[in-house]
């Protein structure tokens, strides 16, 4: 199954409550800073059963293997994987000029890191030249109508028309940005308390 949402909350009339019972999953923007435990908490809280956060980020991630690389991976994976069984998927950019060979020994790091953490399901969005690579080592590709799972951001139309397609069976997230009606059209971080509806700032 296909689960529909927009890219943040932020803005939305009513706040995340309101967005908890229109939309059945959420995109959040990680890509300056990871989310803040409490907020994490808070919105998983909130949330019903069934519905998923994804995140977006993060800008820190160098994709070069490294100490420090580690630690940022680490931190991120294990905040991620805080909203347990609300959990969607997490969506990479990958910078480019990035070389296969560079992101190959970077994949070895985060194949590492996971068994440290925990499985998290990953979606890259990546330069042409990098697809063969990620797709061998089983990862799902941004905006890409095939994978082990589907992550969607803003698709074409022509997408959109494939989706019916797609057997319900498959599982996957499609993220809109969202109108002047829904949401502030800036992407914020996840950094701030649930304000005092039970919804937090983020975007």
Same mark, same amino acid.
């Given at each position: 199954?296909?689960?529909?949402?927009?890219?943040?909350?932020?803005?939305? %009339?009513?706040?995340?409550?309101?967005?908890?019972?229109?939309?059945?999953?959420?995109?959040?923007?990680?890509?300056?800073?990871?989310?803040?435990?409490?907020?994490? @908490?808070?919105? =998983?809280?909130?949330? %019903?059963?069934?519905?998923?956060?994804?995140?977006?980020? *993060?800008? *820190?991630?160098?994709?070069?293997?490294?100490?420090?690389?580690?630690?940022?991976? =680490? =931190?991120?994976?294990?905040?991620? +994987?805080?909203?347990?069984?609300?959990?969607?998927? !997490? +969506?990479?950019? !990958? %910078?480019?000029?990035?070389? %296969?060979?560079?992101?190959? +020994?970077?994949?070895?790091?985060?194949?590492?890191?996971?068994?440290?953490?925990?499985?998290?399901?990953?979606?890259?969005?990546?330069?042409?030249?990098? *697809?063969?690579?990620?797709?061998?080592?089983?990862?799902?590709?941004?905006?890409?109508?095939?994978?082990?799972?589907?992550?969607?951001?803003?698709?074409?139309? @022509?997408?959109?028309?494939?989706?019916?397609?797609?057997?319900?069976?498959?599982?996957?997230?499609?993220?809109?940005?969202?109108?002047?009606?829904?949401?502030?059209?800036?992407?914020? *971080?996840?950094?701030?308390?649930?304000?005092?509806?039970?919804?937090?700032?983020?975007?």
């Amino acid at each position: 199954m296909i689960l529909e949402g927009l890219r943040g909350y932020r803005g939305y %009339p009513g706040g995340f409550k309101a967005y908890a019972k229109a939309f059945p999953t959420v995109e959040l923007s990680w890509w300056h800073r990871v989310g803040d435990r409490k907020t994490i @908490s808070r919105l =998983r809280a909130l949330a %019903p059963e069934g519905f998923r956060f994804s995140v977006y980020g *993060h800008k *820190h991630l160098t994709f070069r293997p490294s100490g420090e690389e580690r630690r940022t991976l =680490r =931190r991120f994976l294990r905040r991620f +994987r805080l909203f347990g069984d609300k959990r969607g998927a !997490v +969506r990479l950019l !990958v %910078p480019a000029g990035v070389e %296969p060979a560079q992101l190959a +020994r970077w994949l070895d790091l985060l194949e590492e890191v996971q068994k440290e953490v925990g499985p998290v399901p990953l979606a890259f969005q990546a330069e042409e030249a990098l *697809h063969p690579l990620l797709r061998m080592r089983g990862y799902a590709l941004v905006n890409r109508l095939e994978g082990p799972f589907l992550y969607l951001v803003d698709p074409e139309a @022509s997408q959109r028309a494939r989706l019916g397609e797609i057997s319900q069976e498959g599982q996957g997230y499609l993220y809109v940005s969202p109108a002047p009606s829904q949401a502030a059209p800036s992407v914020l *971080h996840l950094g701030a308390e649930v304000d005092q509806d039970g919804s937090a700032p983020e975007g």
